[in-house]
Each structure stands twice: as structure tokens, then as C-alpha cells.
């Protein structure tokens, strides 16, 4: 196919538009131009508002800067969160105090979780908490189980706000398991919500190891609340490897990256 600069970029648009998205390595195959030439393209369509960058190739912009509701959230990739939940919920020793964050990823952990012995769960999570309670009645899990109070947000099935914020304070964790909206190295963790991103932050400031769990549709996607630096994280989850253009950085920084499988 042998089209100029900007014919090729209408493609891409074109593209997008009709299928959400795209990926670097069959615009090469297709446009039979070099991935770099690609990246340059996708460079100048995100300039311009066009599209939004992530790790191989783009998406159609989320221009409502809306989270999708917790229901629409529970079945998008469903098979990879699965994976990232059990590999993450392999982190927890037994004996050990865990905050677990609102998120569909998150709760992928809970059935994970049931073979530890001794635990201590914390969390604002109202499916966690329901499915916990469950377990616990039918004496599947047998640790302790806190709930954070405050502020309901009933379309996210969670709870937020200062006064959950002044409740994680009178607790200690070994380890927190966060969500998150958006994810780049150079602008760090990022939420939809400020509150929810604000609440998350707490749950971090009072563990001792900050382990975040993310599906590959976040990596490389900046949403309206920085939640922390990469830095501040000690260990991603998520379905996919990193992006070879972030690994010295993650190196140096100290922060672990473990692909599900």
C-alpha cells in the first residue's frame, strides 16, 4: 500500500473510529511502513487530540473522562484480570495484613486468598465484602475481615471520601493492593475520581509494600488524578510484560514488574 503521510494517518483515524483501536505492529504490515514511522504518526495524531497512545498502539480518546460503572468494569477483560488476580493474591503470606483496594482486578484475588491462613483483610470494596462474608459464613476463609466506611458511591459499589481516608490512619498493613485508571513512567499512577484516587493514596502511605494490579488497557493511559509516582510503587501485576522502553527506568526505581501467566 503505498499512500503519503497524511493519507496514511486518515487510515489510522479511520481505523480507530470503527474499531476502537489499533496496533502498531499490523499498521506496519499494512501501511508496509517501519514502526517507527508509525510511532511518529500516532505522535502527531494524540498532538492533535485525535487518538491517545498506548502500550502497542492506540485508542479511540475517552473524551467523557468517565469510569465506566462497576458492572461494565467487572466483564472487560475479564480472562486477563482473572490472571492478574491470581497472581497477585500469590504475593500474600500467611499471617499478613492487606488492604485490598476497590477494583475488578482486585476482587479477581479473593478466591485466591482462602487457602492463607491467619489473614487480615481490610477494604472498601462492597463486592469484596460480600463475597468475603460468604466465604466466611460457608467457613471457607476463617481470617479477620474490616470494612472502611464513608461515603458511598453506589455506581461504583465502593466507599470513598474523607472520612473513610481518617479510618485507613487507624491501620497498618504489610501490603496494599490498588487499582488503577491509568499508567505511564513519566506521570506515574493515575484515577477517574479524585476521592477514590485520594483514598488509594492513603491505603499506600500506610503499607509497608504498595503492590498495584493492572489489566494492559491502562498501561500507557493518563486519567484526571495522579494517585503517585511510579516510584512510590514497589510491585506491578498486570497481564502483560512491560513495555521495553520502560524497563531501565522501572529498574532503577526499584519497582518489580511480574506478567501474569
Keep these: 500500500m503505498s499512500l503519503i503521510g497524511e493519507e496514511r494517518k486518515a487510515y489510522i483515524l479511520q481505523l480507530i473510529q470503527s474499531e476502537g483501536k489499533v496496533i502498531t505492529n499490523e499498521l506496519v504490515e499494512v501501511l508496509q511502513v517501519s514502526s517507527e514511522t508509525i510511532r511518529r504518526y500516532l505522535e502527531d495524531l494524540e498532538e492533535a487530540n485525535k487518538l491517545k497512545r498506548v502500550y502497542g498502539g492506540a485508542v479511540r480518546v475517552n473524551r467523557s473522562r468517565e469510569e465506566p460503572s462497576h458492572l461494565i468494569r467487572e466483564v472487560l477483560h475479564a480472562d486477563e484480570k482473572r490472571r492478574i488476580g491470581k497472581a497477585a493474591a500469590a504475593l500474600v503470606q500467611d ?4 488492604f485490598i483496594d476497590d477494583g475488578s482486578t482486585t476482587l479477581q484475588m479473593i478466591e ?3 487457602d492463607k491462613t491467619n ?5 472498601n470494596s462492597f463486592p469484596a465484602l460480600y463475597s468475603l462474608i460468604d466465604y466466611k459464613n460457608r467457613e471457607l476463609y476463617t481470617g479477620e475481615l474490616f470494612f472502611i466506611g464513608g461515603k458511598v458511591s453506589s455506581m461504583q459499589f465502593r466507599v470513598v471520601g474523607s472520612l473513610a481516608e481518617k479510618l485507613v490512619t487507624n491501620f497498618y498493613a504489610d ?4 487499582s488503577i485508571d491509568g499508567m505511564m513512567i513519566d506521570k506515574g ?8 484516587g485520594k483514598f488509594a493514596r492513603k491505603l499506600m502511605e500506610h503499607a509497608k509494600t504498595n503492590i498495584v494490579v493492572s489489566d494492559h488497557s491502562k498501561i500507557g493511559m493518563v486519567q484526571f488524578h495522579k494517585m503517585s509516582d511510579l516510584q512510590d510503587i514497589d510491585i506491578i501485576v498486570s497481564g502483560v510484560p512491560a513495555p521495553e522502553a520502560w524497563k531501565p527506568e522501572l529498574e532503577h526505581m526499584g519497582v518489580a514488574w511480574i506478567a501474569s501467566e
Excluded at 501490603?175 to 490498588?178: L, V
Design 95 to 98: 499471617n499478613e495484613v492487606i
Design 112 to 114: 485466591h486468598l482462602l
Design 119 to 123: 489473614l487480615t483483610i481490610l477494604t
Design 175 to 178: 501490603k496494599a493492593f490498588i
Design 189 to 196: 499512577i493515575t484515577a477517574f475520581d479524585e476521592e477514590r
